[in-house]
Structure formats: C-alpha cells, structure tokens
C-alpha cells in the first residue's frame, strides 16, 4: 500500500516524487461547462490492498482494492487472553477531469467489537487510494484581439467525511485516516469544521453529513497565457493496527474535489470574461532551479567581500 503522505509501499516508505512517475490515465479531450478544455494523461488513480494487490484506474472505471482477512490479538484482563475476529477493508479512487468531481478516492472498514486489546495486532495490513491530476499548465485564450489576463485563479472545493486529527502540540496526530490533500506535492491538512484549509478562504463547515471546505491555486500567465505547472492529488490510507484500537465497528471516509470556479484577478469569472481555459496534464516537469556549487557560492562571498573592502576604502579617502 502508498500513501501520498509519504507513500507506504508494505513496511517502507518513498518519496511523493516516486508517485508523480505512476501516471498511466489518459483523460480524453473534451469541452466542460462550454469555456473549459481538458487533455492530456496526467490524471490517474490507484488502490491497494490485499485482493487485488494493486488496481489502476482504466477509463472512467475506477481503482479498487479490498482486504479481508482474521486479525489476531491478546484481550487485556489479568492473564493476556488470545482473541481474533474477522475484518474487511476497501478502497477506491477515481480521477475525472471534466466531470463535476475532479477526484475521488474512498476508504471503508467493518469488524466487530474486539473488545480492549493489548499487545501487537497481526497481520499489520490495511488498504490505500490514491487520485492525483499532476504537471498541469492553463492556457488562456482571450476574445479576438485582446490580450490575455496577468492571471487566473481556480477555485477548489473538497468534501471529506473525517478531519486530520492534531495533538496537543498542534502537530498531526496521523491516526486513521491517514489522508491527505497534495498541492504540488505538499500536503495540505484537512482540518475540522471552524477552521479554514487556506488563508482566506472560509472556514470548513459540516454540509449533507460531511466536511466542506474551498482551496484555491493562483497561476500567473505568460504573456501568451500559459501558466507555470501545478499538480493535485488526494490520497487516504487505513492501517488495520489503528482501526481495530480506535475505531471499532465500522469506518466510511470518502474524500472528493471540485473545480468550482476560475476568476480573473478582479474575481470575474472567466466566462463571463469570454475568454476559454485549456488544461494540459501528463507535461515534462520542468527542470529544478540548480543550487550554487560550495566552490561558486565561496567565489561568489569573496567577490561580495572585497567589493565591500573596496566600497569602503573609496569613501574614507573622500
């Protein structure tokens, strides 16, 4: 199983980076809410677990994973007391640019009560879902004649059924879920309701049975109308060890994103503008900004220090 917060693949972990390569899903070229064009194959989805292993999203048919298996574990009491009990766990993921959800990936649990556990729970499995729609540029196209604007915003909503639970020292707790939303693969956290997911945006309210909040991505333009690249993933990960301690009985978090809207900076919408917004996904990143070799960052203090040294020679001999 991987998980975007750090991807878990069995007992190890790799980097977000690894999961940027796993991009298979070609989404097909259509027009959305008249003004808006989807291409590319930078969106995808996948599940693990343990029947199948491993599932990808292929089309509009979604990933899906399960594991079912016995859990093992000692009662607590005055002598430790073997127990076990059956245990089912799910997930699914699925990435639709165009569609009304963006991405979606859902992860469930079911065992009965085990009662109060001590001691280590075996197997340590669980499942893991992740949507993603990474290395996208805009290319903005204004009416005829007219240039195009300095920049866009989109406008996200996510709705998500439990919240990233914190510790006293404010620090993420990462018990179940472990979930995550990604913006250029940094995680984002999913708070509870009262507390806003982004500076200046509302704060996220309970809506229909689950949390809602809205994010947004600015993306300045060339002066052709192409924005830099940016990514989006989503990813939830359930691990049986923390369910059966803390959430006995069942688990349903299903977490869905939305592109609600894209606004010119004076918060038109672009629509109304008449100006049209291709997205391209699956692109070449670009190249990282390289670091100064120790030997040219060195080269380039000494400069700096004998200008300085002779800046203030010239003004003490005026």
Not at 174 to 188: I, K, R, S
Request: charged share 10%; hydrophobic share 40%.
């Amino acid at each position: 199983m991987c998980s975007w917060k750090g991807f878990r693949l069995g007992a190890g972990r790799f980097s977000a980076v690894a999961f940027a390569a796993a991009i298979v899903w070609s989404a097909p070229s259509v027009a959305a809410r008249g003004d808006v064009i989807y291409t590319g194959s930078g969106a995808g989805a996948n599940a693990y677990g343990l029947n199948p292993p491993y599932s990808q999203q292929q089309g509009t048919t979604p990933a899906s994973a399960t594991t079912n298996e016995t859990a093992s574990y000692d009662h607590n009491g005055i002598v430790l007391v073997p127990g076990s009990t059956p245990v089912t766990m799910a997930a699914s993921a699925l990435a639709t640019p165009g569609a009304a959800t963006l991405l979606q990936v859902h992860t469930s649990f079911s065992s009965p009560d085990p009662g109060s556990i001590v001691g280590a729970i075996r197997p340590a499995d669980g499942v893991n879902a992740n949507a993603w729609w990474n290395n996208v540029d805009a290319t903005v196209q204004g009416p005829a004649g007219s240039p195009p604007p300095s920049s866009i915003r989109l406008e996200f909503q996510v709705n998500y059924g439990l919240p990233e639970l914190m510790n006293q020292f404010g620090i993420s707790s990462y018990t179940q879920p472990g979930q995550a939303l990604w913006m250029d693969y940094h995680p984002m956290l999913l708070t509870d309701a009262g507390t806003p997911l982004q500076a200046g945006e509302p704060a996220v309210q309970w809506q229909n049975g689950s949390l809602s909040g809205t994010f947004h991505i600015d993306l300045p333009l060339s002066a052709a109308g192409v924005s830099q690249q940016f990514s989006l993933g989503v990813s939830s990960d359930l691990e049986l060890f923390e369910l059966l301690y803390h959430y006995p009985g069942t688990l349903n978090n299903t977490i869905s994103v939305a592109l609600k809207g894209i606004y010119l900076p004076d918060g038109t919408p672009i629509a109304a503008a008449g100006d049209n917004v291709t997205f391209t996904s699956g692109l070449t990143p670009p190249p990282p900004v390289p670091a100064p070799e120790p030997a040219a960052l060195a080269g380039w203090c000494l400069l700096l220090a004998c200008g300085g040294l002779i800046l203030r020679r010239a003004r003490s001999s005026d």
